[in-house]
T-cell receptor, first 111, second 114 residues
Framework: GEDVEQSLFLSVREGDSSVINCTYT??????LYWYKQEPGAGLQLLTY?????DMKQDQRLTVLLNKKDKHLSLRIADTQTGDSAIYFC???????????FGSGTRLSIRP | EAGVAQSPRYKIIEKRQSVAFWCNPI?????LYWYQQILGQGPKLLIQ????????DSQLPKDRFSAERLKGVDSTLKIQPAKLEDSAVYLC????????????FGAGSRLTVL
């Protein structure tokens, strides 16, 4: 069935790295996505990775993809207070255009 | 480029009343989505349009929810009659649906059913 799984909470110290993990379901997914949601706002695309890649780096963000285990992770280097938000993993399911989301990981930053 | 517009931002109604939400997607985006996001959960897809045709409405509670996208641009989501469990944020998103199919979301319409 369609189910994208994430842990619900993550707390890190400011300046440390954050690693948010996700397990997805559809092995035929062509793209996998990370979206960010700040309080009172809609979701905003952070980054995505094509399924033929193992890693993608974009400034402070690093995405790792393990297709064998259907595992996706997002690493945020030098985490700042502005990174406090909910992070959603997403994948296409049953068709390229039907996008389903995980339950989200709430990232909080300790001073 | 203008973003995805949604209205109203907030709505409070009593159970068994009706409510309608409006969405104006990004110009040129053929695909439009309505998601329901209950507090503490991820968005759940309710319905997906390609132009003015329905692609997927498998999770839309059709006894009380309806949606249309006349002329393949704006869309309206209606709930009638509302139940307490319909309290949620209703998110509209649109995409060009090519390549990576990136979704652009509106700010959402928060519904409280009393």
């Amino acid at each position: 069935g369609e189910d994208v799984e994430q842990s619900l909470f993550l707390s890190v110290r400011e300046g440390d790295s954050s690693v948010i993990n996700c397990t997805y379901t559809d092995s035929s997914s062509t793209y996998l996505y990370w979206y960010k949601q700040e309080p009172g706002a809609g979701l905003q695309l952070l980054t995505y990775i094509f399924s033929n890649m193992d890693m993608k780096q974009d400034q402070r963000l690093t995405v790792l993809l393990n297709k064998k285990d259907k595992h996706l992770s997002l690493r945020i280097a030098d985490t700042q207070t502005g990174d406090s938000a909910i992070y959603f993993c997403a994948e296409p399911y049953s068709s390229a255009s039907k996008i389903i989301f995980g339950s989200g990981t709430r990232l909080s930053i300790r001073p | 480029e203008a973003g995805v517009a949604q209205s109203p931002r907030y709505k409070i109604i009593e159970k068994r009343q009706s409510v309608a939400f409006w969405c104006n997607p990004i110009s040129g985006h053929a695909t439009l989505y309505w998601y329901q996001q209950i507090l503490g959960q991820g968005p759940k897809l309710l319905i997906q349009f390609q132009n003015n045709g329905v692609v997927d409405d498998s999770q839309l509670p059709k006894d009380r929810f309806s949606a249309e996208r006349l002329k393949g641009v704006d869309s309206t989501l209606k709930i009638q009659p509302a139940k307490l469990e319909d309290s949620a944020v209703y998110l509209c998103a649109s995409s060009y649906h090519s390549g990576a199919n990136v979704l652009t979301f509106g700010a959402g319409s928060r519904l409280t059913v009393l």
